[in-house]
């Protein structure tokens, strides 16, 4: 059990935090332990609950940087590994100017901060990646499977010839990074430039990844599994239906494993999909921005449409929010899910009970 900060807010609302607007929150779980980071201006920040998502800790700032990509899914991840917590991002010194846009560094960097007491005390960062400045489009995605192992993957740019699918693992809470492996390198020349990748591990140890990929014109979502961390299996594309695109649209999705099954959610067009590897993809709803969790084999799935948090289970739909974006999701032992998103600059947060 994860010993979390005492000091909790009533409130399900966090931030801003000074003058900066917060954004781009991320939940992970473990009993009743929920963790969240989410960034601010040049600060990357830790919240947590004790009591399951009721209530939530002050934020504290984990780490600095002067260019912390904050937009489009750019932001911290975060992961509880057996008594240890560990949040990642892509982070620099310097501004690319040719992305300034889009606030990427041109010497962006993953790293991870670990805290072994709770998020009271963090430590410095750790970079991830074996080739610098390689993840400067600052996609990533960080999961654990509560007994130290823990899996990155990223958007990668060495050797200037298209962006291609790293990744590394851990198997000591973090502390230590193996070296990076390729995951997946398009034969077409490049895969999504700017849609993130979503990692699982299921109860078996098993490592999951998801991406969006580009062939023959299409921006498709394909899979890859390994039980080592580093050999993957042959990517297998999600649902029989096929997006032909000749542009990125920066979303990625959602993806969760359980010991009976894997489910993914992610956008096609203006459309929603449920999805489980192998099988027909299922249409849940139109928008963008998808989150998924599952709890007991129940999928939720949550979405921005329009300017509205809508979230889907069990065939049914609600709105959450008529002005928030960017929703992340994390399942309750329990039962339940706890959900967090953007809201005129602060982090909203909500627990919901289990339908």
């Known amino acids: 059990m994860v010993s ?17 607007a917060a954004h781009e929150p991320q939940l992970a779980s473990s009993g009743s332990a929920v963790v969240m ?76 901060w670990r805290s072994l007491d709770g998020g009271k005390k963090w430590s410095k960062g750790i970079v991830v990646n ?34 291609k699918l790293y990744g590394a693992h851990s198997s000591d809470g ?13 034969p077409e020349g490049t895969i999504c430039e700017c849609c993130h990748p979503s990692v699982a591990m299921d109860p078996s140890g098993q490592f999951l990844v998801m991406w969006r990929n580009w062939l023959g014109g299409a921006r498709d979502m394909y899979l890859a599994r390994s039980r080592d961390g580093v050999v993957f299996s042959k990517p297998e594309k999600l649902g029989t239906g096929t997006w032909q695109l000749n542009a990125c649209p920066m979303d990625g999705g ?18 929603i999909f449920l999805a489980e590897p192998g099988k027909q993809e299922t249409q849940i709803g139109k928008g963008k921005d998808v ?6 084999d129940q999928a939720y799935v949550s979405w921005t449409s329009g300017n509205e948090i809508v979230l889907w289970s069990n065939g049914r739909s609600e709105v959450l929010s008529k002005s928030g974006s960017y929703s992340a999701l ?3 032992p329990g039962g339940g899910v706890v959900t967090a998103w953007e809201e005129n600059g602060a982090i909203e947060v909500r627990r919901l009970p289990h339908k």
């Open 4 to 20: 979390l900060l005492l000091t909790t807010v009533l409130a399900v609302s966090l931030g801003p935090v000074g003058p900066d």
């Open 37 to 112: 980071t989410f960034g601010a201006g040049k600060g990357i920040y830790f919240s947590a609950s004790q009591d399951g998502g009721t209530t939530f800790s002050k934020p504290v700032e984990v780490a600095e940087a002067e260019v912390i990509p904050l937009n489009r899914h750019r932001g911290p991840r975060i992961a509880l590994s057996g008594g240890t917590i560990v949040i990642s991002a892509v982070v620099g010194k310097t501004l690319s100017e040719a992305e300034h846009a889009h606030g990427l560094p041109s010497d962006g960097d993953l790293t991870v």
């Open 130 to 163: 074996d080739v610098p400045r390689a993840p400067t489009e600052g996609l990533h995605s960080l999961a654990a499977d509560g007994k130290g192992n823990l899996f990155a993957s990223w958007l990668d740019k060495r050797g200037g010839d298209g962006t």
């Open 174 to 186: 973090g502390a230590t990074w193996s070296k990076n492996v390729l995951i997946y390198q398009s």
């Open 254 to 271: 959602g993806m969760a494993a359980t010991a009976a099954r894997t489910v993914t959610a992610w956008r096609r067009d203006e459309a």
């Open 291 to 296: 989150a998924l969790a599952l709890n007991k």
């Open 330 to 332: 994390t399942s309750l």
